[in-house]
C-alpha cells in the first residue's frame, strides 16, 4: 500500500514525490492511513450517487427511447444491485484493507452498463454518450482519485465508449464523421480536464498533508518540550527544597551549638561542650561533601574537569575503600562481603574520580538496606575492562525507575516524606565520574531482593616505571602539614555517610513523668538535631521524642504534650501531614504545633498555617528565640486549657443552677396547687355528702313504690351512686398527689396507679385512643406510691402528645399498650404507643434535663427526666425502644426480691 501510494505521489506531482520518497516511514504510515480513510469516505459517497441515480435514468429512458425503457430500467437496477454489493464491502474488514482496488469499479461500473445502452440504440449516434462526460466529472468532483487512476478511468470510459459504438461504425450505412469526431473530441477533451485537475488536486492534497503533518509533529515536539520543561521545572524546585534542607540543617547544627558555646552564661560541663563539638565537625564534613559533590558536578558540565590516570593495584584498591566503609556497615548491623579476584595486577586509572564513583555506590547500598542484610563489593578483571560491582539485599528499584536513576537530581522517592536524606547528584556523578574515563555503569534490581551496580572500565596497562599510588588511609588527628591536612579532610567527608547507627535510631519507650514543667514533644528524623534540641530544652522541659511523622501523631495522642517542635520534612509523615491529622483528632486539636523548616518561601508559611501550625522556626535558627517562642505559645496553651476547663466548670454549674430553679418552680406550683386543691377537696366533699345522704333516702323511699316501677327507680339510684363513688375516687387520688407521704419505697400495686393516672387524663384519651392493659391485680413493683403516679401521668400523657400528632393511614388505628410482666428475674412495666416514635439524633438526649421537642410552651423538658431520676433512686432502670414514624416503648425494669438478694450476695 504504501509503496504504491510513493508510486502515485511520484506520477501526481514530482517535487512532492521527492519529498515523499525520502519522507520517514512515519509519514508514509501517516499519510496512508489518511488516504485511506479518504478513499472510504468517497467511495461510500459514490456507490451512495450510484445506486440513487442510475434507477432515476429511467425518466430519461421514457423520454428518449420509450420503447427500451423497461430493459433500460432492468440494467440500471442490475447496476445499483453491483453497486450495492460494492458498498457492502467498504463497511468490511476486507473492503477496509483493500479499499485502494474498489474504487475503479465505482466509475467503471455505471460506464459500463451506460455503455451497453449506446451499443442498443445507434451507436455513436447515442446522445447517451453524455453519460460517460457525467462519469468522468464524477471522478474528478467527486471521487478526486490520484493521477493515475484518473487517467486509467478516463481511458478505461473511452474505450467503452469506442467498443459502443463498433457496431453502428461497421455497418454498411455510411459513418457519419462529424457525430463522431465530436463526441471523442467532448469525451477526451473532458478526460483531460479530468486528469489535470486531479493532478491539480493532488499536489495541494499532498500539501496540505505535509503541512499539517509538520504541524502535528511540532505540536506533538512542542507538548513533549513543555512536559519536560514542566519536570524539569518540578526537579529544580524539589532540588532546591532538598539542597535548601541539606544546606540549612547542617548550617543550623554548626552555628546553634557553636551559639550555645559563646553564650557567657552558658555553664557547660565537658561532656556537653565536646558534644556540641563534635555536633559542629560532624555536619561541617557532611556540609563539605555536599559541596564538592556540586563543584564536580558544575565541573563535569562545563568539560574542565580532567582525567589524571595513575598506576593503581585494583585488588589493593577495592578492599581498602571496602574496609574504609565496615566500621559504618557494623554501625548499621549490616554484613560486609568483599570478593575480589587474586592477581587483577595494576590498571591505569583516575584513581580519585574511581574512589569517589565506588563509595557513592557502597554508602548507598548501606543506606538502602536494613539490617541483617549483606552488602557485597567485587572486584574482577576481562581482557579489556575491569568490573567493580556493588550488591545488596535491600528494597531494590521498582522496574520503571531503572531508566531514571543516573538522571540528575532524580530521586525515587522525591516527597517531603522520604526517608533517606540526599539530593539526587550521588548516582548522576557515579555515571559521568566513570564515563569521562571511557567506562560504563549499570544497574539491575528486583524490589524487595537488593540490587546490583556494575561498574566497567577499559583495562589500560600503567606506563612501564610509574609509581603506584596506594590507597590512602584517614588520619582522625590533624596533620601537621597544610596540604596534608586538607587533603585528609577531604577524604574524610568522602567517607562521610551522614547516617547514624542502628542504636541512634531506636528510640525507648517514653511516659509521662510527673513535674511541673511543661512536656515538649521534639520531632525530627536528623540524629544530630533530635540530640542537639533535646540539650537545649531539657533544663526547662520534660523531653519526648519522635523520629519520624507517624511516631510523632502516636506520642501526640497517647501522652498530650504541651507542645510540639515538628520538622518539616520527615518520613512516614512530612510536618504538615502531622499538623492535619493532629488538628482532624478531638484529644490533640488544641496542642500547639512549631514547624522547622529550611525553606523561607511565602508559600510554605501559608501552607503550614492552613495546616494547622502555630509557629514558624526557619534553620538556621537562634536558640534564644527558640526558646522565647516555646515559652510564649506554652503559657499561651496552658491558659487557654485554663480558661476552657473553667468554662466547662461554669456551664456545668449554670446548667445545674437551670434545673434547681426548675424544680423549685415546679415545687412551688405543686404546692400552690396543693393549697388549691386542698380548697377543692373540701368544698366537693360537703356536697358529696349530701348528695350520698340523699341517695340512702331515696333507696329507703323507693322500697315502697309498686313493683312495676320499683326496678326503673333502683337502676337510677345505682348509676348516680357509681357516679358519685367515682367523683369521690377521683377526689381521692387528687388528695394523695397534692398532699404525697414521706416518699418511702413500698410495693406499690402497678394497676391501681396506672388506672388513676388513666382517670386523671380520661378527658384526652376517651373516645380518641384505644388503650389496652395487660397488668395483673397483684403485680407490683418497688416505688414510692405518689412518685410512681407521677411517672405513669408522664409516660402516658408523652405517648397521647405523640398519637395526637400523628395522621394515620386508612385501616390504623391510635393505640396506647400498656404490660406488666414478671420473667427471668425481672419485674417490668411496658407503656408502648404506634405514634410518631423519636428521631435517632434525639434518642441519647431524652432523659437530658430541660431538652424537648415540643413547642415553646408545651414543655419544660424535665419530665422523663424527673422520670429517669426517680426509677433510679428504687433501684430499677428506665429503657427505650423506638422506631421513628412506627412505635415508642418505654420499660420500667426491677429486679425481683430473689434476684436482687442474690446480686446483693454476690457483691
Known amino acids: 500500500m504504501i509503496r504504491a501510494l510513493t508510486s502515485i505521489l511520484r506520477f501526481a506531482a514530482p517535487a512532492e514525490a521527492d519529498r515523499a520518497r525520502d519522507a520517514d516511514p512515519e509519514f508514509l504510515a501517516a499519510f496512508a492511513d489518511e488516504d485511506r480513510r479518504e478513499r472510504l469516505r468517497i467511495g461510500k459517497l459514490g456507490c451512495a450517487l450510484v445506486i440513487l441515480l442510475m434507477p432515476l435514468g429511467f425518466l430519461l429512458d421514457m423520454a428518449v427511447y420509450p420503447g427500451d425503457a423497461p430493459k433500460f430500467f432492468g440494467l440500471r437496477i442490475l447496476c445499483s444491485a453491483v453497486t450495492a454489493v460494492l458498498l457492502a464491502l467498504h463497511y468490511t474488514a476486507w473492503g477496509r484493507r483493500h479499499v485502494f482496488w474498489l474504487g475503479l469499479p465505482i466509475a467503471l461500473l455505471p460506464a459500463g452498463f451506460i455503455g451497453l445502452m449506446i451499443a442498443k440504440n445507434h451507436g455513436y449516434l447515442s446522445p447517451y454518450y453524455a453519460g460517460l462526460n457525467l462519469v468522468l466529472i464524477a471522478v474528478n468532483v467527486v471521487a478526486r482519485w490520484s493521477v493515475a487512476e484518473s487517467l486509467g478511468i478516463t481511458c478505461g470510459i473511452i474505450l467503452i465508449y469506442v467498443a459502443a459504438s463498433l457496431p453502428e461504425v461497421t455497418r454498411a450505412s455510411p459513418v457519419q464523421w462529424d457525430h463522431l469526431i465530436n463526441n471523442f473530441y467532448f469525451l477526451g477533451l473532458t478526460g483531460v480536464i479530468v486528469v489535470a485537475g486531479n493532478a491539480l488536486y493532488n499536489q495541494l492534497r499532498i500539501r496540505e498533508f505535509t503541512l499539517r503533518f509538520q504541524l502535528n509533529r511540532n505540536q506533538q515536539l512542542l507538548e513533549e518540550n513543555n512536559r519536560k520543561l514542566r519536570e524539569l521545572d518540578e526537579i529544580k524546585g524539589r532540588f532546591f527544597a532538598n539542597i535548601s534542607h541539606e544546606l540549612r540543617t547542617p548550617l543550623t547544627l554548626l552555628l546553634a551549638p557553636l551559639e550555645a558555646l559563646r553564650r557567657p552564661a552558658a555553664h557547660l560541663t565537658e561532656g556537653e561542650v565536646a558534644d556540641h563539638l563534635q555536633t559542629m565537625h560532624a555536619?561541617?564534613?557532611?556540609?563539605?561533601?555536599?559541596?564538592?559533590?556540586?563543584?564536580?558536578?558544575?565541573?563535569?558540565?562545563?568539560?574542565?574537569?580532567?582525567?589524571?590516570?595513575?598506576?593503581?593495584?585494583?585488588?589493593?584498591?577495592?578492599?581498602?575503600?571496602?574496609?574504609?566503609?565496615?566500621?559504618?556497615?557494623?554501625?548499621r548491623r549490616l554484613r560486609l562481603d568483599i570478593q575480589v579476584m587474586e592477581n587483577l595486577g595494576l590498571m591505569s586509572v583516575d584513581r580519585d574520580k574511581l574512589e569517589k564513583a565506588f563509595l557513592n555506590l557502597l554508602i548507598n547500598a548501606i543506606k538502602f538496606t536494613p539490617a541483617g542484610g549483606t552488602i557485597t563489593c567485587r572486584a574482577s578483571r576481562s581482557d579489556t575492562e575491569a568490573v567493580l560491582q556493588v550488591s545488596d539485599t535491600g528494597i531494590g528499584i521498582p522496574a520503571e525507575s531503572l531508566?531514571?536513576?543516573?538522571?540528575?537530581?532524580?530521586?525515587?522517592?522525591?516527597?517531603?516524606?522520604?526517608?533517606?536524606?540526599?539530593?539526587?547528584?550521588?548516582?548522576?556523578?557515579?555515571?559521568?565520574?566513570?564515563?569521562?574515563?571511557?567506562?560504563?555503569?549499570?544497574?539491575?534490581?528486583?524490589?524487595?531482593?537488593?540490587?546490583?551496580?556494575?561498574?566497567?572500565?577499559?583495562?589500560?596497562e600503567p606506563k612501564a616505571g610509574a609509581p603506584v599510588v596506594e590507597v590512602p588511609l584517614v588520619e582522625t588527628a590533624p596533620s601537621s602539614g597544610g596540604e596534608?591536612?586538607?587533603?585528609?579532610?577531604?577524604?574524610?567527608?568522602?567517607?562521610?555517610?551522614?547516617?547514624?547507627?542502628?542504636?541512634?535510631?531506636?528510640?525507648?519507650?517514653?511516659?509521662?513523668?510527673?513535674?511541673?514543667?511543661?512536656?515538649?514533644?521534639?520531632?525530627?528524623?536528623?540524629?544530630?538535631?533530635?540530640?542537639?534540641?533535646?540539650?537545649?530544652?531539657?533544663?526547662?522541659?520534660?523531653?519526648?521524642?519522635?523520629?519520624?511523622?507517624?511516631?510523632?501523631?502516636?506520642?501526640?495522642?497517647?501522652?498530650?504534650?504541651?507542645?510540639?517542635?515538628?520538622?518539616?520534612?520527615?518520613?512516614?509523615?512530612?510536618?504538615?501531614?502531622?499538623?492535619?491529622?493532629?488538628?482532624?483528632?478531638?484529644?490533640?486539636?488544641?496542642?500547639?504545633?512549631?514547624?522547622?523548616?529550611?525553606?523561607?518561601?511565602?508559600?510554605?508559611?501559608?501552607?503550614?498555617?492552613?495546616?494547622?501550625?502555630?509557629?514558624?522556626?526557619?534553620?538556621?535558627?537562634?536558640?534564644?528565640?527558640?526558646?522565647?517562642?516555646?515559652?510564649?505559645?506554652?503559657?499561651?496553651?496552658?491558659?487557654?486549657?485554663?480558661?476552657?476547663?473553667?468554662?466547662?466548670?461554669?456551664?456545668?454549674?449554670?446548667?445545674?443552677?437551670?434545673?434547681?430553679?426548675?424544680?423549685?418552680?415546679?415545687?412551688?406550683?405543686?404546692?400552690?396547687?396543693?393549697?388549691?386543691?386542698?380548697?377543692?377537696?373540701?368544698?366537693?366533699?360537703?356536697?358529696?355528702?349530701?348528695?350520698?345522704?340523699?341517695?340512702?333516702?331515696?333507696?329507703?323511699?323507693?322500697?315502697?313504690?309498686?313493683?312495676?316501677?320499683?326496678?326503673?327507680?333502683?337502676?337510677?339510684?345505682?348509676?348516680?351512686?357509681?357516679?358519685?363513688?367515682?367523683?369521690?375516687?377521683?377526689?381521692?387520688?387528687?388528695?394523695?398527689?397534692?398532699?404525697?407521704?414521706?416518699?418511702?419505697?413500698?410495693?406499690?400495686?402497678?394497676?391501681?396507679?396506672?388506672?388513676?393516672?388513666?382517670?386523671?387524663?380520661?378527658?384526652?384519651?376517651?373516645?380518641?385512643?384505644?388503650?389496652?392493659?395487660?397488668?395483673?391485680?397483684?403485680?407490683?413493683?418497688?416505688?414510692?406510691?405518689?412518685?410512681?403516679?407521677?411517672?405513669?401521668?408522664?409516660?402516658?400523657?408523652?405517648?397521647?402528645?405523640?398519637?395526637?400528632?400523628?395522621?394515620?393511614?386508612?385501616?390504623?388505628?391510635?393505640?396506647?399498650?400498656?404490660?406488666?410482666?414478671?420473667?427471668?428475674?425481672?419485674?417490668?412495666?411496658?407503656?408502648?404507643?404506634?405514634?410518631?416514635?423519636?428521631?435517632?439524633?434525639?434518642?441519647?438526649?431524652?432523659?437530658?434535663?430541660?431538652?424537648?421537642?415540643?413547642?415553646?410552651?408545651?414543655?419544660?423538658?424535665l419530665g422523663l427526666s424527673l422520670c429517669y431520676r426517680m426509677v433510679t433512686e428504687w433501684g430499677g432502670r428506665i429503657l427505650v425502644n423506638t422506631e421513628e414514624g412506627r412505635y415508642c416503648e418505654f420499660r420500667i425494669e426491677f429486679a425481683t426480691a430473689g434476684a436482687a438478694a442474690e446480686s446483693d450476695s454476690h457483691q
Open 283 to 331: 555536619n561541617g564534613l557532611r556540609l563539605l561533601k555536599l559541596i564538592n559533590d556540586l563543584l564536580d558536578l558544575v565541573r563535569l558540565e562545563s568539560g574542565r574537569m580532567e582525567v589524571r590516570r595513575e598506576s593503581v593495584a585494583l585488588q589493593e584498591f577495592v578492599s581498602g575503600i571496602a574496609n574504609s566503609a565496615r566500621k559504618l556497615a557494623e554501625d
Open 403 to 460: 531508566p531514571r536513576v543516573f538522571d540528575r537530581f532524580w530521586q525515587a522517592d522525591a516527597s517531603s516524606q522520604r526517608k533517606h536524606q540526599g539530593v539526587g547528584i550521588g548516582l548522576a556523578l557515579v555515571k559521568e565520574l566513570v564515563e569521562i574515563q571511557g567506562g560504563t555503569v549499570d544497574v539491575s534490581s528486583v524490589v524487595g531482593q537488593g540490587t546490583t551496580f556494575t561498574l566497567r572500565l577499559p583495562w589500560i
Open 484 to 861: 596534608a591536612w586538607l587533603a585528609n579532610l577531604y577524604r574524610r567527608a568522602e567517607l562521610f555517610s551522614g547516617l547514624s547507627s542502628l542504636r541512634d535510631s531506636i528510640r525507648q519507650v517514653e511516659t509521662s513523668a510527673p513535674g511541673n514543667r511543661p512536656r515538649i514533644l521534639i520531632a525530627d528524623d536528623e540524629p544530630d538535631m533530635l540530640r542537639f534540641l533535646r540539650s537545649q530544652l531539657a533544663p526547662h522541659f520534660q523531653v519526648l521524642e519522635a523520629v519520624d511523622g507517624l511516631q510523632a501523631i502516636e506520642k501526640a495522642t497517647q501522652l498530650l504534650p504541651d507542645i510540639i517542635l515538628c520538622d518539616m520534612m520527615m518520613p512516614e509523615r512530612d510536618g504538615l501531614q502531622v499538623c492535619r491529622e493532629l488538628r482532624g483528632r478531638v484529644g490533640t486539636r488544641g496542642l500547639p504545633v512549631v514547624l522547622l523548616t529550611a525553606r523561607a518561601d511565602e508559600e510554605t508559611k501559608i501552607a503550614g498555617l492552613e495546616a494547622g501550625a502555630d509557629d514558624f522556626l526557619t534553620k538556621p535558627f537562634s536558640t534564644v528565640e527558640l526558646h522565647i517562642r516555646l515559652k510564649n505559645l506554652v503559657e499561651s496553651h496552658r491558659l487557654q486549657r485554663d480558661l476552657a476547663r473553667q468554662k466547662q466548670i461554669l456551664e456545668s454549674t449554670i446548667e445545674e443552677l437551670k434545673e434547681t430553679e426548675m424544680q423549685l418552680v415546679q415545687s412551688e406550683k405543686m404546692a400552690s396547687l396543693g393549697r388549691l386543691s386542698a380548697g377543692v377537696i373540701h368544698e366537693i366533699n360537703n356536697p358529696l355528702n349530701y348528695v350520698k345522704t340523699g341517695l340512702v333516702v331515696l333507696g329507703r323511699q323507693g322500697k315502697q313504690l309498686p313493683e312495676s316501677g320499683r326496678s326503673v327507680f333502683e337502676g337510677v339510684i345505682q348509676d348516680i351512686n357509681e357516679g358519685v363513688e367515682r367523683v369521690v375516687r377521683i377526689v381521692s387520688d387528687l388528695r394523695k398527689f397534692s398532699h404525697p407521704g414521706d416518699g418511702g419505697v413500698t410495693e406499690v400495686r402497678v394497676a391501681e396507679s396506672i388506672a388513676s393516672a388513666l382517670r386523671f387524663l380520661a378527658a384526652e384519651w376517651r373516645g380518641n385512643i384505644t388503650v389496652e392493659e395487660e397488668v395483673a391485680p397483684g403485680f407490683t413493683i418497688p416505688a414510692s406510691p405518689d412518685k410512681l403516679l407521677q411517672v405513669f401521668l408522664n409516660l402516658i400523657q408523652n405517648s397521647i402528645d405523640s398519637l395526637t400528632a400523628k395522621t394515620f393511614p386508612e385501616g390504623e388505628f391510635p393505640t396506647l399498650r400498656i404490660r406488666a410482666v414478671e420473667e427471668a428475674g425481672r419485674r417490668w412495666v411496658s407503656v408502648w404507643d404506634n405514634g410518631n416514635g423519636i428521631a435517632p439524633a434525639h434518642r441519647d438526649k431524652i432523659f437530658d434535663p430541660f431538652f424537648t421537642t415540643k413547642d415553646v410552651g408545651e414543655g419544660t423538658g
